[in-house]
């Protein structure tokens, strides 16, 4: 009863898998893991796959790892959960303090959600609230840029921009206006990513300038659009967009719920254009891949338009059920020491350039339009034809045969659509970057064949 094949069989029996055509384990096995442990994952079968997108982006210091075991053990003996209405506890209030001492200037005040979705949702909330409650019902609107992702709840997808993910659902969702994206995949040649960033920052300038009246906030991804296929913009357009939305009266929401953390190379990616925004979004690596936990940090300004007399009727009233989960913020806690004691960031930088160093070469593969890279992620760009960029048709599947090569090799690198990306845990060791872009590159000249 411990093969994988048994598993598999009483899997499709019984389950339906997220962001997956079920059909397809007809051939494509759905994989029982049984155990993992630091980058690794084993099936029952006993083979071993190197986890090389941290499990969906969440996991930064390995599976199992004894000091965020160690943590969430004490605190299960101690208490498992507790509502966080009219009571509190240690770990919330710990970690609150840590998150706001460690956040961009001003962030003061964290309200707590059980999945990144619903904390984009708080945000969103909030900013409507808040100018409701200011006087100014008018602005109820909502801009982004093209191609984002926040998540797969209805209010969450009126704001994306991922076909994939929202065409489906179109009649149901709100309408929010989409400004081009400054990915820099689009930049003509010989223009670098900051002048293509600030060019295409005139498109968010003259929405703002017309529909201030009305927007509530700006919501993006900083830097990296993570779902969108892991496109890349230069920090520039953060900092614009921040003076812009300061000039205009608008709030910056800034969704980073994937790259937070360090994943772009500093502990959020805001730091990188020296901006606070009104409203900063953390879920993913914020428990260390443990637990589902997301928090929204905003300004005490934000929170001094909901804090008045009861019969006034300006609190937020808004909640989940698990909000500020005791285990879950002994995790967030243990991340968070890992940061601090292992000097985490800074090593970052050696494996990110070994990332680099290890992939370089595929920029010339004949099916590769561009390797690119915002700290530790690093993204690889299939295409069809690499002189003018035309893409592999969807129904070609290509990267899910990368996908597939790489599985039987060992390694799990799921890509998104025709873009193959590493986004491994920061306990990848060099030798491991380069076995895992070997594999890529293997996988790669397969799924390109004919
Ligand atoms: C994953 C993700 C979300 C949604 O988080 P869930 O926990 O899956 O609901 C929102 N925004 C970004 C940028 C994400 O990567």
Redesign the pocket.
Known sequence: MSRNQDWMERDVNVLWHPCTQMKDHEHIPVIPIKKAQGIWLEDFDGKRYLDGVSS??TNIFGHCNPRINQRIKDQVDQLEHLMLAGFTHQPVIELSERLVSIAPEGLERVFYAD??????EVALKMSFHYWLNSGRPEKKRFATITN??????VA?MSVGDVAVFTETYKAMLFDCIKVPSPDCYHRERGVSWEEHSRLMFEHMCSTLEQHQHELAAVIL?PLVQ??GGMRMYHPIYLRLLREACDHYGVHLIV?????GFGRTGTMFACEQAKISPDFL?L??ALTGGYL?M?AVLTTNAIYQAFYAEYDQLKAFWHSHTYTGNPLACAAALATLDIFQHDNIIEKNQVLAAHMQQATAHLADHPHVAEVRQTGMVLAIEMVKNKANKTPFAWQERRGMKVYQYAMEKGALLRPLGNVVYFLPPYIITPEQINWLSQIASEGIDYAVRD
Do not use: L, Q, R
Not at 115 to 120: A, E, V
Not at 148 to 153: K, L, Q
């Open positions: 969906w982006w999945n990144g979705s619903s904390s984009i984002g992702y926040h998540g797969e709840t969450t991804e993570g779902a969704d980073e719920i994937a790259m979004v879920s993913k589902p997301a």
